[in-house]
T-cell receptor, first 109, second 112 residues
Framework: GEDVEQSLFLSVREGDSSVINCTYT??????LYWYKQEPGAGLQLLTY???NMDMKQDQRLTVLLNKKDKHLSLRIADTQTGDSAIYFC?????????WGAGTKLIIKP | DVKVTQSSRYLVKRTGEKVFLECVQD?????MFWYRQDPGLGLRLIYF???????EKGDIPEGYSVSREKKERFSLILESASTNQTSMYLC???????????FGPGTRLTVL
């Protein structure tokens, strides 16, 4: 069945760029999503990309999609302490979302 | 703004108790979801509902049931709570045909 994989942890220094990677299996996914979960809170949609796009930029966030390799990445420029959260990658499949396990972003001072 | 609320942020229950988790959304969304979130496993779908009185099993429905009597409310029921149901429970809703889901803040359930 469909599967979404991502690393469980990423540690970066404050001010550096963070790159969170995700691989998925369903080549028919029309949208791919990044959700953010801050400590003690529910998930919030951070950004998404349509499957016919290669890149999407929104302020400090850049999403890159390599459809051939089924690889999605989220780059956060100038990482701040407020970016500390769990980031979930999700692919759409038959109007459901298939979720990755989440990557915990740890910011070092 | 879409608002999804869950009845409790933290809940402690004993093994064998019947547990109700309530979720309410205020944007007239047709679809609603219950997930559980466990470290390293991400979100796993328990049940979802396409509309009032409709329900579908997700990936891990065993030990759970749901109720959707009104459009805005989706309840998750643990008929006889067990320790392996200790988890974070997340409710979400969305407009039918749209992929974006809106989440509640979660209920952290501990079963002793």
């Amino acid at each position: 069945g469909e599967d979404v994989e991502q690393s469980l942890f990423l540690s970066v220094r404050e001010g550096d760029s963070s790159v969170i990677n995700c691989t998925y299996t369903d080549s028919s996914s029309t949208y791919l999503y990044w959700y953010k979960q801050e400590p003690g809170a529910g998930l919030q949609l951070l950004t998404y990309i349509f499957s016919n796009m290669d890149m999407k930029q929104d302020q400090r966030l850049t999403v890159l999609l390599n459809k051939k390799d089924k690889h999605l990445s989220l780059r956060i420029a100038d990482t701040q302490t407020g970016d500390s959260a769990i980031y979930f990658c999700a692919e759409s499949s038959n109007y459901q979302l298939i979720w990755g396990a989440g990557t915990k972003l740890i910011i070092k001072p | 703004d879409v608002k999804v609320t869950q009845s409790s942020r933290y809940l402690v229950k004993r093994t064998g108790e019947k547990v109700f988790l309530e979720c309410v959304q205020d944007m007239d969304h047709e679809n609603m979801f219950w997930y559980r979130q466990d470290p390293g496993l991400g979100l796993r779908l328990i049940y979802f509902s396409y509309d009032v009185k409709m329900k579908e099993k997700g990936d891990i429905p065993e030990g759970y049931s749901v109720s959707r009597e009104k459009k805005e409310r989706f309840s998750l029921i643990l008929e006889s709570a067990s320790t392996n149901q200790t988890s974070m429970y997340l409710c979400a809703s969305r407009i039918s045909g749209n992929n974006e889901q809106f989440f509640g803040p979660g209920t952290r359930l501990t079963v002793l």
